[in-house]
């Protein structure tokens, strides 16, 4: 499956961003991930599209929501009270099957990737 990453973009801390993530075809589960230079791959949040259980990092709970759009095929990533750690390429992921009761956040589980998107937080 293809994935087009938009929203990125420049904000100060405590704004807000929100990022699109659209799919050419139906995943059952699709994460966002995030790299800062210098830094590995981290999970920030996923979802099992059918049944909307999610799954976030710690460093990013209760500020960011994931959702999804079904008929769109997209997966949406809520950001806010961004914070100036929160600066990276985000990418978002897909994955064919199920992985447990919760969505993984683990980068070498994901089969497809999109381009990504840079988020500045300052």
């Known amino acids: 499956v293809q994935l087009v990453e938009s929203g990125g973009g420049s904000v100060q801390a405590g704004g807000s961003l929100r990022l699109s993530c659209a799919a050419s075809g139906y995943t059952p589960c699709m994460g966002w991930f995030r790299q800062a230079p210098g830094k590995e791959r981290e999970g920030v949040a996923s979802?099992?599209?059918?049944?909307?259980?999610?799954n976030y990092a710690d460093s990013v709970m209760g500020r960011f929501t994931i959702s999804q759009d079904n008929a769109k095929k997209t997966v949406y990533l809520q950001m806010t009270s961004l914070k100036a750690e929160d600066t990276a390429m985000y990418y978002c992921?897909?994955?064919?099957?199920?992985?447990?009761?919760?969505?993984?956040?683990?980068?070498?589980?994901?089969?497809?990737w999109g381009q990504g998107t840079q988020v500045t937080v300052s």
């Open positions: 979802v099992y599209t059918g049944t909307g259980r999610t």
């Open positions: 992921a897909a994955r064919a099957n199920f992985m447990g009761a919760r969505p993984p956040l683990t980068f070498g589980t994901y089969s497809d």
